[in-house]
């Protein structure tokens, strides 16, 4: 069995077999044949960050070929360092490339370079132009290019939408956009027709069999004022209180509520006690320390524990807000630990 060696270039990945024998490596002149030519990316400031890309190319010739990664003037955009080997691309076998950029910071502005691979074959220096769009706030994108994975976007309807893996995801009310305390209306793009391309998934509601598109439920732990019913969301469910008393032992407070839909989500029973630990995804200060309930779906232990921050910075990078935050109470204290949370980043969960 061949090793397969990987090559890092900071979002940069290639994928090759070893070098062969000096005698398989000969001087004759050889072909790739490339999935695609070039690798565009497309940000604007305040958006999504650029997906990565890949393409394959490949040694279409019946003999091994020796070539280099070579990348003139690199910018910081791009990446820092790579692989100057020199390597082999075997004959017929798909070699990975994939590109990933870093628009942080960068002013309005195309900024572009490329990747040569060098070698003894008829193309070389093949020629891999690397373009990278910057635009300013509320500039739309190109019609034919979605937005970037973690985008908000906004539909001429009004409805904003989450795109996420090659689909839009909508949002049901203002309160569910806004339980995600990262979320900001100035930062929701302008939908393109690429955008609206995509399809809605279709989920199961939980606990039942009912097909319905995937909505994106508050977060985890957020109270949703539903038409003056208070819900707590926890792992897709809707759970209501039995009286007031439990709702305010529990430390939450009415004014906290968001107005939302929670239609389309199932019900449990309500909370009828306080001498519980909170609800799944309820951010809780156990003596100086902010941790996360987490749910046995998500624990995998079949029982909740708790997931702590090990910064400030870790927390507010989930948009976690002061009054989100409630005094832990003795079941929460008796909960495991589960690790810790780590910051959150544009490929993370929406839940920490």
């Not at 999935?35 to 604007?44: A, G, K, L, N, R």
Request: negative net charge; contains cysteine.
């Amino acid at each position: 069995m061949k090793k397969i060696i990987f090559l890092s270039l900071l979002g940069l990945s290639l994928a090759v077999a070893p070098a062969l024998s000096a005698q398989a490596s000969s001087s004759a002149l050889h072909s790739f044949s490339l999935s695609q030519s070039s690798f565009t990316f497309y940000y604007v400031q305040g958006g999504g960050l650029p997906t990565n890309q890949s393409m394959t190319f490949t040694n279409i010739t019946d003999t091994s070929i020796p070539f280099n990664i070579n990348i003139n003037n690199q910018p910081k955009w791009l990446n820092e360092s790579y692989n100057t080997s020199q390597m082999m691309a075997e004959p017929n076998v798909p070699n990975g490339l994939g590109a990933a950029v870093d628009p942080a910071g960068l002013a309005p502005e195309v900024y572009s370079t490329a990747i040569f691979l060098t070698g003894n074959f008829s193309e070389s220096p093949l020629f891999i132009p690397i373009t990278l769009s910057v635009s300013a706030a509320g500039t739309a994108l190109p019609a034919n290019v979605t937005h970037p994975d973690g985008t908000n976007v906004k539909s001429v309807d009004g409805t904003v939408y989450r795109i996420s893996g090659g689909a839009r995801y909508p949002y049901t009310s203002a309160g569910a956009f806004l339980s995600y305390g990262y979320n900001s209306w100035a930062d929701v793009q302008i939908a393109n027709a690429a955008d609206m391309a995509l399809s809605i998934p279709t989920c199961t509601k939980s606990g039942t069999d009912t097909q319905q598109p995937c909505y994106i439920v508050p977060r985890d732990g957020s109270l949703i004022n539903d038409n003056g019913t208070i819900y707590i969301i926890t792992d897709n469910y809707r759970i209501g209180f039995a009286t007031a008393p439990v709702f305010i032992n529990l430390g939450y407070s009415f004014t906290d509520a968001l107005p939302g839909d929670t239609s389309f989500l199932t019900a449990l029973a309500p909370l009828n006690t306080d001498q519980m630990a909170h609800p799944s995804g309820t951010v809780i200060n156990d003596n100086g320390t902010i941790c996360v309930i987490a749910s046995p779906f998500r624990t995998g232990t079949g029982s909740s524990n708790k997931k702590c921050f090990s910064s400030l910075a870790d927390m507010n990078s989930w948009g976690i807000r002061n009054y989100e935050i409630l005094p832990a109470n003795n079941f929460d204290r008796q909960l495991p630990m589960g690790g810790v949370v780590p910051a959150r980043t544009a490929t993370s969960m929406m839940n920490p």
